[in-house]
Structure formats: structure tokens, C-alpha cells
């Protein structure tokens, strides 16, 4: 794999023997001698340049899986709507269980398509209202994840004036530019409980939107910003 901020998988199963295993992960990092995306990675920091990430950076691991399972979903949201629609690239049926909090509000079983009519909350930094959710194979392959109902564009107000929406509706964007470095770790943050308490305080101070530059982040980082209440405008990762 090529590439130090995009996420990839690869299937071990031939390579598993019997007894004792060992797997390892090597990463070459050139930083700024390759012409891929570095970010704000410099070789000599100073300025706006910060000193470059050696080796992995990002969460990985190692995980078993049945043969027959869902390999990729796909959740697309309408606001206008406020309905939802969930697409797998599974064969069989899959049953689909939607909660709010602990409260089960949607099961229904489906093949590679959905969609979900209900009355969602819309997200905003306002109401940071997320739903759980549940895909079940009857093989016993079972997914969680979440989805938050919003949408984002642009529109005239009424002076005749293009602004930014938020489930079609003007809103200000108040936010900061956020580096995604760390003191300790570089590209890399030292725990979730940091980024939560980092998250928090933005939102404490009365931000709303988070612009993230020049990264890419681990996943949870965006699932935090969405459980926290705060928009993100992201970045290309630029080359150089």
C-alpha cells in the first residue's frame, strides 16, 4: 500500500499456520523525499512546517471474520426527508435495527438496499442527535455503527446574498483551524480521552466547526466531533 493517510485491509487467512503466528507491519516513510500527500511535514520545521511523523501513525489491528459477511455499507441521509437509506454489498437478506438511545425504533430485514422512513432528529452543533444501528446477517455476522440525520449546500438568503446551509437553513460557521499536531505523538494524538477533552473545550468556548488541516484523521476523531457537536471542514492532504 502506498499512501501514509488513507486506510487499507489485507486478507491473511493463507498465511495462518497452525501454533504460533507472528505478524508484522512495516512502514518506509520518506516524508518529504516521495512526491505523495505530506501534509505540513518538513524535514527542516520552522514557520508553518512542522517536524515529520516516522513509521505508523494510525490505529491498526488484526481481526477475524467469517467467509460469509458484509465486506462495505453505505448510509446516505436526506434531511429534507428525514429519511435514510442504508446499502450493502451482501447477497442475502440482512436485518437492520435502528435504536434512539436504548429505545429499538426501527427492524426490518432487507437485500442490498433500504431506505428508512421515520421522524429523525436533524444533527446540528445545536442538537448533536445521533442514531444507533445494528446490520445482522443470518450467518451471525453482526455490524454496529451510527448515522446522524443533516445536510450541507449553499443558498440565497433573503437580502440576495449566497451563504452556507445547515439542513437548508443559513447558518455561521464558527470554528478554528485545527493543525492535528501533537506535542507528544506529532501527527499522532497520545489517547482518545485527549482528543474528547480537546474537542469539549472548542465546543466549551463556543465553537462550532472544526477545520482540519492538511490531515486526515483516524476515523474515531470524526465520530467524536459528531457525538460532541462540531462541523468539520476538511482538508485535502496537499503534497508540497
Known amino acids: 500500500h502506498n499512501g501514509g493517510f488513507t486506510p487499507f485491509t489485507l486478507d491473511v487467512s493463507d498465511k495462518i499456520r497452525p501454533g504460533k503466528n507472528t505478524l508484522r507491519v512495516e512502514c518506509t516513510d520518506e516524508t518529504t523525499d516521495s512526491h505523495g500527500a505530506r501534509g505540513k ?16 501513525w494510525q490505529p491498526v489491528w488484526l481481526e477475524s471474520r467469517r467467509k460469509d459477511s458484509i465486506a462495505d455499507f453505505t448510509v446516505k441521509t436526506d434531511a429534507e426527508n428525514k429519511s435514510v437509506s442504508v446499502f450493502t454489498d ?5 436485518q437492520i435495527t435502528v435504536f434512539d438511545g436504548e429505545e429499538e425504533i426501527i427492524k426490518t430485514e432487507f437485500v442490498g ?42 443558498g440565497v438568503d433573503k437580502r440576495g446574498k449566497k451563504r452556507l446551509l445547515l439542513n437548508g437553513k443559513p447558518y455561521f460557521f464558527n470554528g478554528v483551524l485545527d493543525q492535528g499536531y501533537w506535542s507528544d505523538g506529532l501527527l499522532t494524538y497520545p489517547s482518545d480521552e485527549a482528543v474528547v477533552d480537546e474537542l469539549t473545550m472548542l465546543k466549551n468556548m463556543g465553537f462550532n466547526t472544526v477545520r482540519k488541516h492538511i490531515k ?12 460532541i457537536g462540531l462541523t468539520v471542514w476538511q482538508d485535502f492532504v496537499r503534497g508540497g
Open 41 to 56: 511535514q518538513n524535514e527542516q520545521r520552522g514557520g508553518i512546517w512542522y517536524t515529520p511523523q516516522s513509521g505508523i
Open 90 to 94: 451482501y447477497e442475502n437478506a440482512v
Open 113 to 154: 438496499a433500504v431506505t428508512l422512513n421515520y421522524d429523525f432528529s436533524l444533527w446540528s452543533p445545536e442538537n448533536p442527535k445521533l442514531y444507533d444501528f445494528t446490520l445482522e446477517t443470518k450467518s451471525g455476522d453482526k455490524i454496529s455503527s451510527y448515522f446522524g440525520v443533516r445536510s450541507f449546500g449553499v
Open 216 to 227: 486526515l484523521e483516524p476515523f474515531r476523531w470524526y465520530y467524536y466531533c459528531d457525538k
